[in-house]
């Protein structure tokens, strides 16, 4: 539906949307300060029956399965594929899977241990060679 450039708009005051036709702000506000609530975590309005369900889906606190560390739900995923010291990560060297936490010590040994060959574009003990 579009506005008359010359009827004038206004801001709701409860869910902040612009443009409100001014004679249907009243009816605006009244529907949405009924139906609509903000969230206090990170200020979306959301359907009041349904702020429960927003919460538990988005921001609630949630065990990472690796490592047992207690982050939002809305950044789990983000944990676990940067930074969850029990994701797995692959040795540069010889590209064995293993735990971040484990990585540095694991490529401080591994590192010593081999050496690259551009011509077969493999790596190899340097104990055999």
Same mark, same amino acid.
């Given at each position: 539906?579009?506005?008359?450039?010359?009827?004038?708009?206004?801001?709701?005051? =409860?869910?902040?949307?612009?443009?409100?036709?001014?004679?249907?702000?009243? @009816?605006?506000?009244?529907?949405?300060? /009924?139906n609509l609530e903000k969230c206090t975590i990170c200020g979306d309005m959301v359907p009041r029956k349904h702020a429960e369900e927003h919460y538990m889906n988005t921001h609630a606190p949630v065990a990472c399965?690796?490592?047992?560390? +207690?982050?939002?739900?809305?950044?789990?995923? =983000? =944990?676990?594929?940067?930074?969850?010291?029990?994701?797995?990560?692959?040795?540069?060297?010889?590209?064995?899977?293993?735990?971040?936490?484990?990585?540095?010590? =694991?490529?401080?040994?591994?590192?010593? /241990? +081999?050496?690259?060959?551009? @011509?077969?574009?493999?790596?190899?003990?340097?104990?055999?060679?």
């Amino acid at each position: 539906m579009e506005i008359p450039s010359e009827m004038s708009t206004v801001v709701c005051s =409860h869910c902040n949307v612009r443009a409100i036709p001014a004679p249907n702000i009243d @009816l605006h506000y009244a529907h949405c300060s /009924r139906n609509l609530e903000k969230c206090t975590i990170c200020g979306d309005m959301v359907p009041r029956k349904h702020a429960e369900e927003h919460y538990m889906n988005t921001h609630a606190p949630v065990a990472c399965s690796l490592c047992r560390e +207690t982050v939002e739900r809305e950044v789990l995923a =983000h =944990h676990k594929g940067a930074n969850c010291p029990q994701r797995i990560v692959t040795c540069e060297y010889c590209e064995f899977p293993l735990p971040a936490v484990d990585l540095s010590k =694991h490529q401080e040994f591994c590192g010593n /241990r +081999t050496e690259f060959c551009d @011509l077969a574009t493999n790596t190899f003990d340097c104990v055999n060679e």
